[in-house]
């Protein structure tokens, strides 16, 4: 059962002519799987995101189309699909042409690295954590293409934001991600996984479940929110302030064309942050092993989503300063103090004492930077000198 | 410390998203098509001609003075007197309107109208599904569209009516009374 998958796939293989085309026909079948589940996940997660705020906000959401409002995202895909596609006469019409082009390939490349279950990843590069960045920063070029060809200020300083925000989250992602590497001592994806096998007890090796492990997934988090433009972090698109930030030119299928890879971006990043420190595909119990890999990993991937949607109804958008301010001097010393506990944890002898030598070097600088945070900003009620 | 309030509020979210299922009354939002809230009396949209009695075409109390017609700002309203006359609530022989069309894609719904007819004719109505596949022919509202009955108006804008109903009752009774004498004096006349 664990291994359906991969024996359907090395069934369809088999069919064709040992050699080169067999390397093609595997690729493709990889690449068709990826692109169907994660499409489809997308559309299922839309509505479920969209009835999960409407419970937050205490309404039912969508509840028209289907049962309990299920098929909404047909309704939604039909009517993307027959809506006028308007190009500014003024835009550049290629680079408008290709914007949403360029953000949904790369996230689709992106996930090719994350293992989905055992022997479930599409490629196993050596290096597949570095291509997986690599080809995750290629987004901002889109998103750049796309507020810079619409000519359109709205749009401009939405591609603004989004560059100055995704920069800065660059940093504080892939450096909470380094402590994970230097730990595994591996750029694999798989590698990693593998690292989190097995149990002590009834407790899983898992990353997440060691002091720099679990800042260091709440630093990811964070930094994958924004790098995904996702709230609160969702300033590009900021819908009362620049309308729809660099959107603002798109509409029909380009639009849901970014509206579908910011959300396998949202997936991609998910499911890193799931193989770097959630242990990937592996049971969190191991009397569930017999429960199938993909089960899992796909389990784990929907309770990321729904912790996301529960932060996008929770907290309002952050302002600019304060975005820029929570990147560089919060995250990131926080990312490099988690770095250097890592390597107190992999140089001290395994016990209780290093649990809790690593714990008091996170916990307490965070108490620390945030007092120190808080204390300058000297918070008081507001006066307003004219309104009342 | 850092990141209470974030834990607080998520709380609370976490506390909205159940509660939505558990308690009913949570949910504040109606399902329109299938539920709807009771109409406002204050509420008014687009306007309609009152009549009295049964028949819609005689009792229409509308007497062609185009002063509706002249007021509008937006000249959302067209009419065309008759040459025939008819008796209004009091006896009194008035015009009436051989075409009396209501633009309800112009109308802005400012109620100009119903403040200036000195004849109670023409009042606010709350009808609000309005929505036609031909904006140009279905949006143009004949005399047979308009013309609804008192009864209704009493049912949608109560107070309002019974205030209407009184003026007119007292308008009817005075012109009753001051008929009695005149009756009587120019039926002495006519006796011998």
Redesign the interface.
């Known amino acids: 059962m664990d291994q359906i998958f991969v024996n359907l796939k090395d069934w369809l293989v088999a069919l064709f002519p040992a050699g080169r085309q067999q390397e093609l026909v595997s690729a493709l079948i990889s690449v068709a799987a990826l692109i169907g589940t994660f499409a489809g996940l997308f559309a299922l997660t839309t509505v479920l995101e969209r009835k999960g705020l409407g419970r937050i906000q205490n309404r039912y959401g969508p509840n028209r189309v289907g049962p309990y409002g299920i098929l909404q995202p047909m309704a939604d895909g039909l009517k993307a699909l027959t809506k006028e596609d308007v190009v500014p006469r003024s835009a550049d019409q290629v680079v408008h042409f290709l914007a949403p082009l360029v953000l949904v390939a790369p996230v689709f490349l992106a996930l090719a690295v994350v293992p989905m279950g055992r022997n479930m990843a599409a490629v196993d590069f050596d290096a597949g954590i570095l291509f997986f960045f690599a080809v995750g920063a290629a987004t901002e070029l889109s998103v750049f293409m796309a507020g810079w060809s619409s000519r359109n200020k709205y749009s401009l300083l939405g591609a603004m934001r989004a560059i100055a925000q995704m920069i800065s989250y660059e940093v504080p992602l892939i450096l909470s991600s380094l402590a994970v590497i230097m730990i595994a001592g591996s750029l694999s994806a798989v590698t990693i996984v593998e690292k989190q096998a097995g149990y002590s007890g009834l407790i899983p090796h898992w990353f997440v479940l060691t002091p720099w492990g679990f800042a260091g997934f709440i630093l990811f988090m964070i930094a994958a929110a924004a790098e995904s433009n996702r709230s609160p972090f969702d300033l590009p698109e900021g819908e009362s302030e620049i309308i729809a930030g660099y959107y603002i030119e798109y509409s029909g299928f380009k639009f849901a064309l970014f509206f579908l890879g910011e959300y396998i971006g949202l997936f991609a990043a998910s499911g890193l942050a799931i193989t770097l420190f959630l242990g990937g595909w592996n049971a969190p119990f191991p009397f569930l092993t017999w429960i199938p890999s993909y089960v899992w990993f796909f389990g784990k991937l929907l309770a990321l989503i729904a912790v996301f949607i529960w932060v996008r109804g929770t907290l309002p958008r952050l302002r600019m300063d304060q975005l820029m301010n929570f990147a560089w001097k919060f995250m990131l010393p926080m990312a490099l103090i988690n770095l250097l506990t890592a390597g107190v944890w992999h140089f001290t002898p395994p016990g209780l004492a290093r649990w809790i030598i690593c714990a008091l070097l996170v916990f307490g600088p965070y108490v620390a930077l945030g007092r120190t945070l808080f204390e300058s900003k000297k918070l008081a009620k507001r006066t307003y000198s004219y309104a009342e | ?3 209470e309030g ?1 834990i607080k ?2 709380g ?3 506390r ?2 159940f ?3 558990v308690k009913e009354d ?4 109606v ?1 329109y098509p299938e539920e709807r809230l009771p109409q406002k009396e204050a509420a008014r949209n687009f306007p309609f001609l009152v009549y009295d009695g049964k028949d819609w075409d005689k009792g229409l109390r509308c007497v062609a003075c185009q002063i509706c017609e002249k007021e509008c700002p937006p000249q959302c309203i067209y009419i065309v007197k008759d040459a025939t006359k008819k008796p209004d609530h009091i006896g009194k022989m008035q015009f009436q309107a051989k075409v009396f069309d209501i633009d309800i894609s112009v109308c802005m719904s400012c109620q100009i109208c119903v403040e200036v007819c000195p004849f109670e004719a023409i009042k606010m109505d709350v009808e609000y599904e309005l929505s036609t596949g031909d904006r140009f022919g279905q949006l143009l509202l004949h005399k047979d569209q308009l013309a609804k009955s008192n009864d209704y108006y009493r049912k949608i804008h109560p107070t309002e009516a019974a205030e209407v109903d009184a003026r007119m009752g007292a308008e009817k009774a005075k012109a009753e009374a001051k008929a009695k004498p005149a009756a009587a004096t120019s039926a002495t006349p006519s006796k011998p």
């Not at chain 2, 949570?26 to 939002?29: A, P, S, V, W």
């Open positions: 410390m850092l990141g974030i509020g998520m609370e979210t976490a909205n998203f509660g939505s299922y949570r949910l504040t939002t399902q």
